[in-house]
């Protein structure tokens, strides 16, 4: 692939005077899209202000040069300014492709006032960051991160079909007192369910600030308030100690407390891909009810999984006890809960219908379970890398996105070694399918095939996935919170568990394949 890179690299310099037509914003080596999918062939990509079927006189692009497609794509908004304003971009702190961050490309070019070709300049968002200072990441004293092979009881369950049923089972059915960290909690009916379940219980929550999630019902500042007057003096909350949030003072974890955990009566965890918010947990039951199923379609897919067992709960309680005592020593005042929002927009994305939904599952079994977290160094990576290198007949992931390193480095080898550990089973024959969400765009598609991912044939994309999952040849399951991008797998605060059960293995194979055959597809959108 990098001799074909390389030879289409040569023939766009050479030719870079046929390119440089009116309204192409950058130029550079990648491959031809037909039809919203990659065709196999090495093209020149031309990036352009709008797309036209028929451009005036003299301003069209050249079809081929040398026989190497020109592949004209048209940016989005956000490629735009990334490549017309990189700074102004960067103030935007689009630091996922969740969030508005596009691709960025070392051999991608633009053309100046002179007609020159010159490379385009990094967008770097996190150098406008608020300052503050960096705290090193402890773990939990005394609390190593040690697989547990017991009799254990789970429950397993999935978003938009029984997640929140589930859930609200969960947290009914806490008895003293409930130990959370997450992300995003903006849906009323989770803060109702938890007000009225935890009166006169006691609440441990620390709680990341994140831009609004367009389907909340209020801010996270409100839920802290209403939790407050609800729970009084049995609430203990602290911001999580992000670099982007002005609630605290200073920061271990780059860009999100991105954790989904939830410890109830030292006995039992519940951890999910999902936060506490309505497209992750919507107040539906398309199991049971059968007039939810239009609702599904506007929700998102996250597997969830309740553990019963003290030891596992112990290891996951002590870490956010030991994140919640850290962060209260570094908080900024909070500011007053703001006025109610308005009705979310409906949403622009919409699954195909789903043909069947799945009822949430409890299995009793024998059998070995290890946590993972991030950022605590090797943990998720190197049990991930090891997991998938497993694989003999099945290696299924289902992913928001694959984001591959913006700049190669040292730091970010773990993470660039999952995804060549993916490319490794699919080069020995393993049945290797990935589902990514629309946020994984062309220009990303196009570096995981320059890192060796068979994106022509393993890849499809399916609207509205959130979750963070891999299935293992029907016998082994991942069920976490990381984005795989160098920060999710290494550097922010997420969870997740592998559970070396075929039952719960399965579970969740059944659900990867409905989505694979009924839900997804092969095309993408451009950046």
Do not use: C
């Amino acid at each position: 692939m990098d001799s074909d890179r390389q030879n289409v690299t040569d023939v766009l310099l050479a030719h870079s005077n046929e390119l440089n037509k009116p309204g192409v914003l950058s130029v550079r080596p990648g491959y031809e899209i037909s039809n919203g999918w990659f065709t196999g062939r090495p093209a020149i990509v031309a990036t352009v202000t709008r797309k036209l079927a028929a451009p005036p006189p003299g301003q069209a692009l050249p079809d081929t040069i040398d026989n190497i497609p020109v592949d004209v794509r048209q940016a989005s908004a956000r490629k735009r300014q990334s490549l017309e304003d990189p700074a102004g971009y960067a103030e935007t702190h689009r630091l996922a492709p969740n969030h508005g961050a596009v691709p960025q490309f070392a051999d991608e070019h633009a053309f100046t006032d002179q007609g020159a070709l010159v490379r385009v300049p990094a967008a770097q968002p996190e150098a406008t960051l608020p300052k503050k200072p960096n705290l090193p990441y402890t773990p939990a004293p005394n609390t190593p991160l040690t697989p547990v092979q017991a009799t254990i009881t789970l429950q397993l369950s999935a978003s938009p079909d029984n997640g929140w049923p589930t859930l609200r089972t969960f947290l009914t059915g806490v008895a003293s007192e409930l130990t959370v960290g997450l992300y995003d909690f903006t849906s009323k009916h989770i803060l109702d369910t938890v007000t009225s379940a935890l009166g006169g219980k006691q609440l441990r929550l620390v709680l990341d600030h994140p831009a609004k999630n367009p389907t909340a019902d209020q801010t996270d500042e409100t839920t802290v308030a209403d939790l407050r007057q609800a729970l009084g003096t049995d609430l203990d909350q602290a911001w999580a100690l992000t670099r982007t949030d002005k609630l605290a003072a200073a920061w271990i974890y780059p860009s999100a407390y991105h954790i989904k955990v939830a410890v109830r009566d030292h006995q039992s965890v519940w951890l999910s891909s999902g936060n506490w918010n309505n497209s992750n947990q919507p107040d539906i039951d398309p199991v049971t009810d059968p007039s939810d199923a239009a609702a599904a379609r506007r929700g998102d897919r996250d597997w969830h999984v309740v553990i019963d067992n003290p030891e596992l709960a112990a290891t996951f309680e002590a870490y956010l006890n030991h994140d919640l005592s850290v962060a209260a020593q570094h908080q900024n005042p909070s500011p007053a809960p703001g006025p109610a929002l308005q009705p979310p927009d409906p949403a622009t994305t919409r699954t195909p219908a789903f043909t069947q939904f799945f009822a949430p599952k409890s299995v009793t079994a024998s059998m070995t379970i290890t946590p993972l977290l991030t950022p605590d160094p090797g943990d998720y990576s190197a049990a991930v890398a090891q997991l998938v290198a497993s694989a003999t007949t099945s290696l299924y992931l289902q992913f928001q996105y694959i984001e591959p390193p913006r700049t190669p480095s040292a730091d970010s080898q773990p993470f660039s070694a999952l995804i060549q550990a993916v490319a490794d089973r699919q080069n020995a024959g393993v049945d290797v399918k990935i589902i990514m969400s629309e946020f994984e765009t062309t220009g990303y598609l196009e570096q995981l095939k320059e890192l060796g991912i068979d994106v022509d044939h393993n890849v499809k994309i399916q609207n509205n996935v959130h979750n963070k999952g891999i299935v293992v040849d029907a016998s082994t399951v991942l069920v976490s919170s990381q984005n795989w991008s160098t920060a999710g797998t290494l550097h922010n605060r997420d969870a997740g568990v592998i559970i070396a059960n075929a039952d719960a293995a399965q579970y969740f194979e059944r659900l990867f394949l409905h989505d694979w055959q009924h839900l997804a597809a092969q095309h993408a959108t451009d950046d």
